[in-house]
């Protein structure tokens, strides 16, 4: 079983939500910094939203900012993405991930653990 466990993807309409979320059974949960990325089909996977360790200031691709809201409970080891005001280019798998490290940076080779993915497609 993966450490890291998404869910909450589904088929949504073109402006509607979905709310994600990632489920660690790690010890170092609370010691990783988490991200959230994207992959859609023939296309690379790319990064969407990250948030330190502890918490607090978020980063996000320019194409979901404003849109996207990413947030962790590390007393629950849970790390969320909410996203808002979806759009068919927001149709991928959304891959949870974390690294041992302070800070959520951009790079996905730089994450040591991934989860399986949840499917978000959204129509027109």
């Known amino acids: 079983q993966a450490q890291l466990v998404e869910s909450g993807g589904g088929l949504v309409q073109a402006g509607g939500s979905l709310r994600l979320s990632c489920a660690s059974s790690?010890?170092?949960?609370?010691?990783?910094?988490m991200g959230w990325f994207r992959q859609a089909p023939g296309k690379e996977r790319e990064f969407v939203a990250g948030i330190p360790r502890g918490g607090g200031t978020t980063s996000y691709a320019d194409s979901v900012k404003g849109r996207f809201a990413i947030s962790r409970d590390n007393a629950k080891n849970t790390v969320d993405l909410q996203m808002n005001s979806l759009k068919p280019e927001d149709t991928a798998v959304y891959y949870c991930?974390?690294?041992?490290?302070?800070?959520?940076?951009?790079?996905?080779?730089?994450?040591?653990?991934w989860g399986q993915g949840t499917q978000v497609t959204v129509s027109s």
């Open positions: 790690s010890r170092t949960f609370s010691s990783s910094a």
């Open positions: 991930a974390a690294r041992l490290g302070t800070f959520a940076i951009r790079d996905s080779s730089q994450y040591t653990a």
